[in-house]
């Protein structure tokens, strides 16, 4: 697959990592959580059309800073209980997530990322959950937590978050660049928002991405890109979740692997060429990838050193 961009992007020199739904296959679990409460009040599953409305979006509501998706999700669900009261059957269900597992390819990709790129890659991780879920989530997954500096991440309800706004704005993609940046070894250069390349499941993670002038790989579950089937290149060029356009404006355009299906914007991933892309936005800022499996780096201008991993 060969990009039409004409724009000349430079080596990518940071990643930087969403972890639910991304990194971990957490998003299910959430959703078995959600299911759990829902059935006890005799309601049916919770359908991916609210859940792809409730993914990563947070915003201020009655001087809380809460989740506005969370909210939908309420409102869909019409339960006589209080959104304090639905937050607190999900914390009785934290244990739930100590199932958690690295999903496809992420341990080799965070692996080769942290430990055999020269020249080196920095990586980072950006989540709007909270810092204490996610010693949950991943305390018994060192694939995870040994390959990401704990200097390097930003969680939603940390302090350098207060007053910032959650995705789709960008503020903490940018927090995390800045992490990165205060990180560098001597005489490295600061690494700039377009040298950076952004991991993301959420279509508001994608549209953050790109707010924040970051390279964006999309990969979405399969439940969230059914919602989304036949209109991928909305969400790579930067839509919001209303199927409004994003920060790119109009004309989204992407180019189609002669590999896929066609059918539902799926298919099978192209291994002919080695760019190993699904979709890609014609403007080359954001590709689509089934999984992270056989990651494509050169396609990023990351190199790989011959290191295995253990």
Known sequence: MTSTSSHDFPPVRACIF????????????????????????????????VKARQQSRGREYDNRSTTQGTLRLLEWAQLPISLEEWNAKVAAQRDLFRKSQPLPGV??????LSRNTNPCVHIALASSAG???????????????????????????DEPMVGKKKKPAPDIFLLALDKINGGLGKGEERVTAEQCLVFEDSV???????????????????????IWSGKEEMVLMGASEDGGEGSEGNGAVVERDENTDGGNGRGKRNTQDGDGG?????????????????????????????????
Request: charged share 20%; net charge negative; glycine share 10%.
């Open 18 to 49: 969403d972890v639910d739904g991304l990194l971990i296959n957490s998003e299910d679990i959430y959703t078995e959580a959600y299911n759990n409460i829902l059935h006890s009040y005799g309601k049916l599953d919770l359908p991916w059309s």
């Open 204 to 226: 508001a993670g994608v549209e953050a991405g790109r707010r924040a002038g970051m390279r964006v790989v999309w990969v979405p579950h399969d439940g969230l890109l059914g």
């Open 278 to 310: 699904l979709l890609h936005s014609r403007d080359g800022w954001a590709e689509m990838l089934t999984s992270l499996e056989d990651f494509p780096y050169g396609q990023y201008g990351i190199q790989l050193g011959t290191l295995k991993q253990p």
């Open 131 to 157: 810092r204490a879920n996610f010693q949950v989530k991943t305390s018994h997954l060192p694939s995870i937590v040994d390959y990401i500096s704990g200097q390097c991440r930003i969680f939603g309800d």
């Open 107 to 112: 341990p080799e990709l965070l692996y080769n």
